[in-house]
């Protein structure tokens, strides 16, 4: 974790999973790649009104920006493979989305391929954010994986993935399962 220029930003290695603003006014805002003007936060703020968003499932926790983005009567669960990261987020006091959510949100802490596969809950929509570092969770993008959230899936339901990396091109792997 670290502070300068009035954020406060969890890194691991040269990645950045999420930066908090040190200021009161800004301090519920999602900043960097989930900012209400990036991929992710054009995806919620395009359903702020669909009733997709009262169950949602997300793979990867970082400092938990995208709490920012749940409202309250909706249901967010955030599946994170690091308990060190869940207390970061949630129990250090360093970062408050977790906290300032209007949301009700839950942490289940493991490896979201087998936490996912020992739930029989559904989800509106599933965001798949846990390819942002340099090691890939490559068994997260696997048929088998694919198969697992289109099951944890309600009907109509949204599966979105978080595919930027510095490192390797995701979007061919992905775009492949879609074609299947």
Known sequence: VTEQDGMRRLVHGNTVHGQQSLFAPQRREALAYYHVTGPIG????V???????????????????????????????????????????????????????RGDLDCVVGDARLTLGQTSEKFDVLVIDAFGSDAIPWHLLTREAMQLYRQRLQVGGILAFHISNRYVDLEPVLAEHARE
Do not use: C, M, N
């Open 42 to 45: 054009r995806l919620f703020t």
């Open 47 to 101: 359903l702020e009104k669909d009733p997709r968003l009262q169950r949602v499932g997300l793979v990867g926790l970082g400092a938990g920006s995208l709490a920012t983005y749940a409202q309250p009567g909706q249901r967010w669960t955030f599946f994170e493979i690091d308990p060190s990261v869940v207390h970061l987020a949630r129990d250090s006091g360093l970062f408050t989305f977790l906290k300032d959510s």
